[in-house]
């Protein structure tokens, strides 16, 4: 006979979770998995709060499965390693980003694409190979095959390093895949939210003159006094962005909204690329022409691999690369929700779950 759910998972766990399409999060008692011969266990001690975690709690994709905790961009201190795992030690500092699985064995596995599997298993509210679900980092622990996990440096305070598990990553990636990371490349970040702003850090370390398009004239002080970008254009100011046709090698979508992308493709040089990685909820409008005339390609990226996550971790460490931060105590996760989605935080809420997750609650 297979073990009881209670056998596989005896393991205590105290988090927020919603229970349906309202969103809203509660306090959730539930269990993890003993510590497997592969897996890494650790406290939580921050967790960074994720556009796609509002979208997931509100079932906007619909493949929320509920109860729900989210939470994605998860940092914390190793508690108990399985008997096989190699890299990590009890007292490690460590992440866990979107991922917690995959098959491990096809062509993307095979080549450091994990994010890429069919059988991708997602952090919260996706199934484990046994069957379970997963949940997410707005807890208390968690518990992971070591391949999954990523180790964070020593000069990266963790709360500031959290988000980028995930924002990180998903600007990281793009920008070096598709060769926008040369010195003195010209690119562009539409949006200035939590991967915009993280996106300007990095194309800004890889040499890149940076402009920042957004439709709020207001943060143009912001994005080149304390984000360090070069040039700031207003989307819908028609003269900036006529001045600025075919000056870009490349654009950085972060855009999650519904918006024109006939402007954008007009700011790209011949051959230029259009990367999105924002994932508005509706199709986008793309007219062939824009693409054709100037042999432009219009592309997506996914977060990264384990291995390029890493990678993306020790680079923003020797760069000091780090997300701006809010710090929330647990109590106000749902008031956080709320001025998420009116764009009322720079650039990124992040739990305080050490200091401020009672079970109690």
């Not at 997963?134 to 070591?146: F, H, K, Q, R």
């Not at 943060?219 to 989307?235: M, P, Y």
């Not at 962005?241 to 006939?262: K, N």
């Not at 647990?330 to 079970?359: G, H, P, T």
Request: with cysteine; hydrophobic share 40%; aromatic share 6%.
């Amino acid at each position: 006979m297979g073990k009881s759910p209670a056998e596989q998972h005896p393991k205590k766990a105290f988090g927020w979770a919603a229970s349906d399409t309202s969103g809203i999060l509660s306090p959730f008692h539930f269990s993890r998995r003993e510590t497997g011969e592969n897996d890494v266990a650790f406290k939580v001690l921050y967790c960074g709060i994720c556009h796609s975690d509002l979208h997931m709690l509100k079932n906007e994709w619909g493949n929320t499965i509920y109860p729900i905790v989210p939470g994605h961009e998860i940092v914390g201190e190793v508690t108990e390693v399985g008997s096989k795992v190699k890299n990590f030690k009890v007292g490690d500092k460590v992440g866990v980003g979107c991922m917690v699985g995959s098959c491990r064995s096809c062509d993307n596995c095979s080549n450091n694409l994990e994010n890429y599997c069919p059988k991708m298993i997602l952090t919260y509210s996706s199934k484990e190979s046994d069957g379970s679900i997963t949940y997410g980092g707005y807890s208390n622990c968690m518990v992971a095959d070591e391949h999954f996990i990523v180790r964070i440096p020593d000069s990266i305070p963790l709360h500031a390093g959290a988000p980028l598990l995930c924002a990180g990553i998903t600007v990281y990636s793009p920008l070096r895949y598709y060769g926008l990371d040369k010195p003195g490349m010209q690119i562009g970040v539409v949006g200035l939210g939590g991967l915009g702003h993280v996106a300007v850090k990095f194309a800004k370390a890889f040499g890149a003159k940076v402009t920042v398009i957004s439709t709020s004239p207001n943060k143009k002080q912001e994005a080149i006094e304390r984000l360090g970008a070069d040039s700031f254009l207003v989307s819908r100011d028609q003269e900036q962005m006529q001045a600025a046709r075919g000056t870009l090698d490349g654009i950085i979508d972060t855009v999650s909204a519904a918006h024109p992308l006939l402007p954008l493709l007009s700011l790209i040089k011949t051959h230029g690329k259009l990367v999105m990685v924002g994932a508005p909820e509706k199709p986008l409008e793309i007219p062939a022409f824009a693409l054709i005339g100037g042999r432009k390609t219009m592309a997506g990226s996914c977060i990264g691999g384990m291995k390029e996550t890493q990678e993306m971790i020790d680079f923003a460490a020797k760069h000091n690369i780090t997300a701006d931060v809010e710090m929330i105590p647990m109590d106000d996760v749902n008031k956080a929700m709320e001025r998420m989605l009116k764009q009322d935080v720079k650039y990124r809420f992040v739990i305080d779950i050490a200091n401020s997750l009672k079970s109690s609650s």
